[in-house]
């Protein structure tokens, strides 16, 4: 299928609601992504917030205050796009889903860790987010820092408690690895040092266009690869010889050229978008000064590059035949995401 088919039919522009009052990217209807894919999303949402509602239980220790602003930013209605893919990964890998949960709601709980902090004062300082005040305007920035702080540290705790030994120690590993120092927390410090116009970041000959590549695919596109990444590990992490080589090392570079391409619409989305639909405060990233697609590559150029990434997302799909049918659903829709 070429990319160009992809972006043909837009989705309707009314953002629906799902009974949870949240915001329904799968209701609205296009072309490529069918009813039945619709309520395929559906139902996996369905099942991630089931069980993060059960993983943010109160526990001896835990004061109700930190595990009300968790629950709150958590539970809030975001799109469960990461999950989702842990999921697909899973399958695509011959696994369950049953099995895949846990590290679909450890990756939610990191991402909304992160979309905690980068809505603080010191980082973007955005009052809105998922539709309601983000969580330090509402819990105070205290409470907000400690609230990011426990997610990131339940979800290893998450991986740690439902995964046999290999495969635990494995799914760690790989999320520290996206999550830390050289993957999101690296890409979010050079996002930052670069609207600060800080001195001395990068090699003075270094392009803008790698440096922008080389952010987004550090704060957002490494936290996606760790979802097809532990997708393959839940489903063959036990497996004499570890998962299928091949296999991780395709789905890598899908994740890889989604989340990348996920970022370019998030970027377009700050500029074309509304704050009804994405539930966050939009037009921020220029008044910033924040390095983005369409700030350096223009609006056409941006969705061009993004189209040409999910035509590469696809072709790694390629050889994965049927097992993969799902994932391949799923890219049309980081194209024509509104919300
Ligand atoms: C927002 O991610 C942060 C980015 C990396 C762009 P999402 O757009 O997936 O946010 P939610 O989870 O649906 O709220
Ligand atoms: C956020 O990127 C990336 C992470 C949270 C790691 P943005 O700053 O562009 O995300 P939004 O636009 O606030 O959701
Ligand atoms: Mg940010
Ligand atoms: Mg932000
Ligand atoms: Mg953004």
């Known amino acids: 299928m070429k990319a160009s088919g992809l972006v043909k039919k837009e989705f309707g522009?009314?953002?629906g609601r799902d009974e949870l009052g949240r915001r329904d990217f799968c209701s609205n209807k296009a072309t490529t992504m069918g009813g039945d894919f619709s309520e395929t999303l559906a139902e996996k949402r369905a099942l991630v917030d089931k069980r993060l509602d059960e993983l943010l239980r109160p526990v001896a220790g835990c004061p109700s205050s930190l595990?009300?602003?968790m629950r709150y930013s958590v539970l809030a209605p975001g799109k469960r796009l990461r999950p989702v893919l842990v999921l697909m990964a899973a399958e695509t890998a011959g696994g369950d889903e049953e099995t895949a949960l846990p590290a679909a709601c450890a990756i939610e709980m990191v991402h909304v860790y992160s979309l905690i902090?980068?809505?603080l004062p010191a980082m973007d300082d955005d009052d809105l987010r998922r539709g309601q005040p983000?969580?330090?305007k509402k819990f105070g920035e205290a409470l907000a820092i400690l609230a990011g702080d426990a997610l990131l540290t339940m979800a290893f705790q998450v991986l740690a408690e439902h995964?046999?030994?290999t495969t635990a120690a494995h799914c760690c590993r790989e999320l520290a690895r996206a999550a830390g120092a050289a993957g999101m927390v690296g890409g979010q410090v050079d996002d930052l040092a670069w609207e600060r116009r800080m001195e001395g970041t990068w090699p003075?000959?270094?392009?803008?266009e790698q440096i922008l590549d080389d952010i987004h695919l550090r704060k957002t596109g490494a936290l996606f690869r760790a979802c097809l990444r532990l997708g393959v590990w839940a489903a063959q992490g036990e497996r004499h010889d570890g998962p299928d080589r091949d296999l991780l090392g395709l789905l890598d570079e899908f994740g890889r050229c989604f989340g990348l391409a996920f970022q370019i619409r998030d970027d377009l989305l700050d500029i074309d978008g509304s704050t009804g639909q994405t539930g966050k405060r939009v037009g921020?990233?220029?008044a910033r000064g924040k390095l983005t697609y369409p700030v350096l590559w223009g609006r056409d150029e941006s969705r061009r590059r993004a189209e040409a990434l999910c035509q590469q997302a696809y072709s790694c799909l390629q050889p994965l035949g049927d097992s993969a049918k799902n994932l391949s659903r799923l890219v049309p829709y980081v194209l024509q995401r509104n919300s």
């Not at 003075?204 to 803008?208: F, I, S, T, V």
Request: hydrophobic share 35%; net charge negative.
């Open 13 to 15: 522009a009314g953002a």
């Open 67 to 69: 595990l009300e602003a």
């Open 117 to 119: 902090h980068d809505d």
């Open 134 to 136: 983000s969580c330090h």
């Open 163 to 165: 995964y046999p030994a």
């Open 204 to 208: 003075e000959d270094m392009a803008r």
């Open 284 to 286: 921020k990233d220029a």
